[in-house]
């Protein structure tokens, strides 16, 4: 055999197109010596040390390439980066950039290029807008070239979007929605017609790494039941999809646990203030309010009110995921000392703390948000992160520029390994098969992992 063919055997192995079994056996038939293999096995090995230990995620064994040979494949991502959703938009589309770098900005032979859309109005708090989140779908599906669209993170964006994804057959993954109805049907959260109507084609195109809020909502109630030995619940909702549903779902199961719903009422997020409303309510005698809202939605304004005339002593404060930022413990000082928020998954701290990918991933992003050591990113971060290695991954298994091969591919995706050690695997609907939903306490002014609600 020549000599050229022997170096397309070791491109081969390095772009990890074979495995080191089969260069050893193709090496030897091609006349190579077994001290040089052994020397070209211990260069790929180096190599391999060398990569990010966070890219190690995904689905063990997927072989990785640098070639571009093939041409370009554009990916687009749709969410809110501006006013009170800087952080988490931002934070997300920076470990989403280093994620494919860590990649080499390839994947099955491809060049790999992303734009991040704006979806929101920065003169509006930076609120997802949904003439923007039609604008940026379309101009996804209109370019040839875009293989999978990334977002969104409100679910009643994704509410408008995945309809137009999924008559283009292009795969759409979040890395935030939460909303139950986008992929199943659940009693008394969801709505009538939910999930089918957002599937014209009758074809799933769209999944989440995230967890839903049927699975967040429920952990909640139990765990404001059982242990921290609540019965009286008051609750409220920003009225958006989102809030709302996860909020339908704390009471339905807070009541089927044995607890008390005393209300479940949506409030006004642009209202300058809330004291009448907990006033209201603290005559009512809640031990707990649940708060069904995100960041944007003055959350942090409802808090501070209510710890105005309901100290932390008497009612606890739970909300959900939405308000796992610090944008929210800032925007409400003093007043959200004490508070818990349920987040599906593990905080910055956690991940640290378990070492191995999920601390590579969090000292790296740190890093390139200029957080200092002990910075906490935006947890939702992380699953932004590992959106793009379902994606890097599905475009290399799939090894053709290729919607409908690439949405297969993704959906398909079966025994994933976070970052922070989990596995799971994508079910029919698009969701994950073993969501693992966090306790979060802010601590001295800081979200601080308690451990597991579920």
């Given at each position: 055999?020549?000599?050229?063919?022997?170096a397309?055997?070791?491109?081969q192995?390095?772009?990890?197109?074979?495995?080191?079994?089969?260069?050893?056996?193709?090496?030897?038939?091609?006349?190579?010596?077994?001290?040089?293999?052994?020397?070209?096995?211990?260069?790929?090995?180096?190599k391999?040390q060398?990569?990010?230990?966070?890219?190690?995620?995904?689905?063990?064994?997927?072989?990785?390439?640098?070639?571009?040979?093939?041409g370009?494949?554009?990916?687009?991502?749709?969410?809110?980066?501006t006013?009170?959703?800087?952080?988490?938009?931002g934070?997300?589309?920076?470990?989403t950039?280093?994620?494919l770098?860590?990649?080499?900005?390839?994947?099955?032979?491809f060049?790999?290029?992303?734009?991040?859309l704006?979806?929101g109005?920065?003169?509006?708090?930076?609120?997802?807008?949904?003439?923007?989140?039609?604008?940026?779908?379309?101009?996804?599906?209109?370019?040839?070239?875009?293989?999978?669209?990334?977002?969104?993170?409100?679910?009643?964006?994704?509410?408008?979007?995945v309809?137009?994804?999924?008559?283009?057959?292009?795969?759409?993954?979040s890395?935030?929605?939460?909303?139950?109805?986008?992929?199943t049907?659940?009693?008394g959260?969801?709505?009538?017609?939910?999930?089918d109507?957002?599937?014209?084609?009758?074809?799933?195109?769209y999944m989440?790494?995230?967890?839903a809020?049927?699975?967040?909502?429920d952990?909640?109630?139990?765990?404001?039941?059982?242990?921290?030995?609540?019965?009286?619940?008051?609750?409220?909702?920003?009225?958006?999809?989102?809030?709302?549903?996860?909020?339908?779902?704390f009471?339905?199961?807070?009541?089927?646990?044995?607890g008390?719903?005393l209300?479940?009422?949506?409030?006004?997020p642009?209202?300058?203030d809330?004291?009448?409303?907990?006033?209201?309510?603290?005559?009512?005698?809640?031990?707990i309010i649940?708060v069904?809202?995100?960041?944007d939605n003055?959350?942090?304004k409802?808090?501070q009110?209510?710890?105005?005339?309901?100290?932390?002593?008497d009612?606890?404060?739970?909300?959900?995921?939405?308000?796992?930022?610090d944008?929210?413990?800032?925007?409400?000082?003093?007043?959200?000392?004490?508070?818990?928020?349920?987040?599906?998954?593990?905080?910055?701290?956690?991940?640290v703390?378990?070492?191995g990918?999920?601390?590579?991933?969090?000292a790296?992003?740190?890093?390139?948000?200029?957080?200092?050591e002990?910075?906490?990113?935006?947890?939702?971060?992380?699953?932004?992160?590992?959106?793009?290695v379902v994606?890097?991954?599905?475009?290399?298994?799939?090894?053709?520029?290729?919607r409908?091969?690439?949405?297969?591919?993704?959906?398909?995706?079966?025994?994933?390994?976070?970052?922070a050690?989990?596995?799971?695997?994508?079910?029919?609907?698009?969701?994950i098969?073993?969501p693992?939903?966090g306790?979060i306490?802010v601590?001295?002014?800081?979200?601080?992992?308690?451990?597991?609600?579920?």
């Amino acid at each position: 055999m020549a000599r050229e063919s022997i170096a397309g055997l070791i491109a081969q192995l390095h772009q990890s197109k074979i495995t080191r079994r089969e260069f050893t056996q193709r090496a030897a038939v091609a006349g190579l010596s077994a001290g040089l293999v052994g020397n070209v096995l211990a260069v790929h090995a180096a190599k391999a040390q060398d990569l990010p230990e966070a890219a190690t995620i995904g689905i063990p064994g997927t072989p990785h390439t640098t070639d571009t040979s093939k041409g370009t494949i554009k990916l687009y991502s749709s969410w809110p980066f501006t006013g009170a959703m800087e952080r988490i938009g931002g934070h997300a589309i920076e470990a989403t950039y280093m994620c494919l770098e860590d990649f080499g900005n390839a994947a099955g032979g491809f060049a790999i290029e992303y734009e991040p859309l704006d979806e929101g109005i920065a003169a509006n708090e930076g609120r997802w807008d949904p003439g923007k989140a039609t604008e940026n779908a379309n101009r996804a599906i209109n370019d040839e070239s875009c293989m999978a669209y990334l977002g969104t993170y409100n679910s009643g964006s994704a509410a408008i979007s995945v309809p137009l994804t999924n008559v283009a057959g292009l795969a759409q993954i979040s890395f935030a929605n939460t909303y139950p109805g986008l992929t199943t049907s659940f009693e008394g959260a969801t709505e009538e017609g939910e999930p089918d109507l957002y599937y014209p084609t009758g074809t799933r195109n769209y999944m989440r790494v995230c967890p839903a809020d049927h699975v967040q909502g429920d952990a909640g109630a139990r765990w404001a039941i059982h242990e921290n030995g609540r019965s009286k619940a008051y609750i409220l909702h920003d009225n958006s999809l989102y809030g709302k549903g996860v909020a339908n779902v704390f009471a339905l199961i807070f009541a089927q646990e044995g607890g008390e719903v005393l209300g479940n009422d949506g409030y006004d997020p642009r209202a300058s203030d809330y004291q009448s409303l907990m006033t209201s309510i603290a005559d009512a005698g809640p031990d707990i309010i649940y708060v069904g809202a995100t960041v944007d939605n003055n959350a942090a304004k409802l808090l501070q009110d209510m710890r105005g005339v309901m100290s932390a002593d008497d009612v606890t404060f739970l909300g959900p995921d939405g308000l796992n930022t610090d944008t929210f413990v800032q925007g409400a000082a003093d007043a959200a000392e004490g508070a818990w928020i349920t987040f599906g998954g593990f905080s910055a701290d956690a991940l640290v703390e378990l070492g191995g990918p999920g601390a590579d991933y969090v000292a790296r992003i740190r890093e390139r948000l200029d957080l200092g050591e002990t910075g906490q990113p935006d947890s939702y971060a992380v699953y932004a992160y590992e959106s793009m290695v379902v994606v890097l991954q599905a475009i290399e298994r799939a090894g053709a520029a290729d919607r409908t091969a690439i949405l297969d591919q993704m959906f398909g995706t079966e025994g994933f390994v976070t970052l922070a050690g989990t596995t799971w695997s994508f079910n029919d609907e698009g969701d994950i098969d073993n969501p693992v939903i966090g306790l979060i306490r802010v601590v001295d002014g800081v979200l601080t992992f308690q451990g597991t609600a579920n």
